[in-house]
Nanobody, 122 residues
Framework: QVQLAESGGGWVRPGGSLGLSCAAS????????MAWFRQVPGKEREFVAS????????KYADSVKDRFTISRDNDKGTLLLQMDRLEPNDTAVYYC???????????????WGQGTQVTVSS
């Protein structure tokens, strides 16, 4: 069982920056593919970025590419998301997710945090 807890959400003006953090309880992350998702009320949860287990390769949604950066500290059990040049459309609840590499890349993520609100407005 992996427990995830996000932090770092808040309010920021358009064009500003914000950093999110996700802490995995009491474990390292070497064996886990990690990801950030976001959800707006009334819409489906959407993929933001991921960092693959073992090789740390990254993927980004087109809407955040070149603005967001995902990174991880496997020893500390921490996943980060640096968000720059934020836009009002980035307003959402952001969720951290984890999946053991043995589960397979095509399977849904297994573990989810509770989410943290990010609001971008003037």
């Amino acid at each position: 069982q992996v427990q995830l807890a996000e932090s770092g959400g808040g309010w920021v003006r358009p064009g500003g920056s914000l950093g999110l953090s996700c802490a995995a309880s009491g474990r390292t992350l070497y064996a886990y593919t990690m990801a950030w998702f976001r959800q707006v009320p009334g819409k489906e949860r959407e993929f933001v970025a991921s960092s693959r287990a073992l090789d740390k390769s990254t993927k980004y949604a087109d809407s955040v590419k070149d603005r967001f950066t995902i990174s991880r500290d496997n020893d500390k059990g921490t996943l980060l998301l640096q968000m720059d040049r934020l836009e009002p459309n980035d307003t959402a609840v952001y969720y951290c997710a984890a999946r053991h590499f043995q589960t397979g890349d095509s399977r849904p993520y297994t573990y989810w945090g509770q989410g943290t609100q990010v609001t971008v407005s003037s």
